[in-house]
């Protein structure tokens, strides 16, 4: 055999050898497959990395628009306060450098952008070694508009509000709500201030308060009603907001000789009888210095009838009462047209 057919079996051999050897092939291509896919790992590590400190940025810009638009309106520099706000707000390290912040005034738009810069950690494999991230926000100062707004105020009046020094303290808080009321004076409200004893004194502060009553106002009678309970499923003694049109909606006045039969008692205190108080609703008005004139000139008498205090608060603002007290014939407002708020104001003590 020559050297020629020697040497080609033997490089036959050994190429065919190597062709058929499948030893270590996994590793091979583990090796050729793990770039991609440290690739695609490092990306949604990374990209999540990117959307933390946008959010963050973000709320930077939110509080420097916001505090630039605060201070415009308290004449101070908006551009000092913004970048004070960034700074206070954004606290982040990781990102290459300082965030570069800019403050403009657009279209009356007070203004805030934010750039920044973020180093990868797993994407420089491939080629990328930092992502950009982006914030704006936009800020306007609008004044707080008071709006149409009708208040029924029910003050407890019993005794125990005027034990040791509460009251003064009661009369001070709610002038100072009043007050918060006034505000520009651009849009209409109504205060109905309603004191509360065993019953609520309403006066004359109706259009007509006796026709309201059933039969002739008593000679000692003193502006209150009796509690008209009526029956519903569940409730034997509820009230209600119906308007006294007929007889049967009408009230029985609060005064001797006719207090209803489950209405006196020892629970109404050493007399037995229900005590009305001595001063009348004042209102509906949109003049607070009649609700704090009237606070000052209170005193505490009886243990009290909640439900009976809120139920004509209730009436001083439902619809169904329009044009029934001196407020003009579109008071109370139709529901919609005006905010409805009650409030009332209590120790929570009806033992004293």
């Known amino acids: 055999m020559s050297l020629g057919s020697i040497l080609r079996r033997a490089w036959t051999g050994c190429v065919g050898a190597f062709h058929h050897d499948r030893r270590g092939v996994a590793g091979v291509i583990f090796s050729l497959a793990l770039v991609p896919m440290v690739a695609a790992v490092g990306t949604s590590v990374d990209y999540a990395r990117r959307s933390d400190v946008a959010a963050a940025l973000q709320r930077g810009v939110d509080a420097a628009a916001l505090a630039a638009a605060l201070a415009a309106?308290?004449?101070?520099?908006?551009n000092t306060a913004a970048l004070a706000a960034f700074r206070s707000t954004f606290k982040r390290t990781e990102t290459i450098g300082a965030p570069d912040v800019l403050y403009r005034l657009v279209d009356g738009r007070h203004r805030v952008t934010a750039d920044t810069r973020l180093a990868t950690r797993f994407m420089s494999v491939v080629g990328l070694n930092e992502m950009s991230i982006s914030a704006i926000a936009d800020a306007v100062y609008a004044p707080a508009r008071p709006e149409p707004v009708e208040i029924a105020l029910v003050m407890d009046t019993t005794n125990s509000m005027f034990c040791g020094c509460q009251w003064p303290d009661v009369v001070k808080a709610v002038s100072s709500m009043l007050q918060g009321l006034k505000g520009d004076g651009s849009q209409p409200y109504f205060v109905t201030l309603i004191p509360m004893s065993d019953r609520v004194n309403v006066g004359t502060v109706g259009t007509s308060s006796t026709s309201w009553m059933k039969g002739k106002a008593p000679a000692d009678w003193n502006g209150c009603f009796e509690p008209r309970e009526r029956a519903t499923a569940g409730f034997p003694y509820a009230l209600d907001d119906d308007r006294p049109n007929s007889n049967n909606d009408k009230f029985s006045p609060s005064a001797p000789g006719s207090y209803l039969p489950n209405h006196v008692g020892a629970a109404?205190?050493?007399?037995?009888?229900?005590?009305?108080?001595?001063?009348?609703?004042?209102?509906?008005?949109?003049?607070?210095k009649d609700i704090e004139s009237a606070l000052t000139s209170f005193s505490g008498a009886g243990t009290g009838r909640y439900d009976e205090g809120m139920a004509w608060g209730w009436r001083v603002l439902s619809e169904k009462w329009q044009g029934q007290w001196k407020a003009g014939n579109s008071y109370p407002s139709k529901n919609g047209s005006r905010r409805k708020i009650a409030i009332f104001v209590s120790d929570g003590r009806t033992t004293a």
Do not use: F, H, L
């Open 73 to 78: 309106k308290e004449k101070r520099d908006s």
């Open 268 to 288: 109404y205190g050493t007399n037995g009888v229900p005590v009305c108080p001595t001063q009348a609703i004042t209102g509906p008005t949109n003049d607070v």
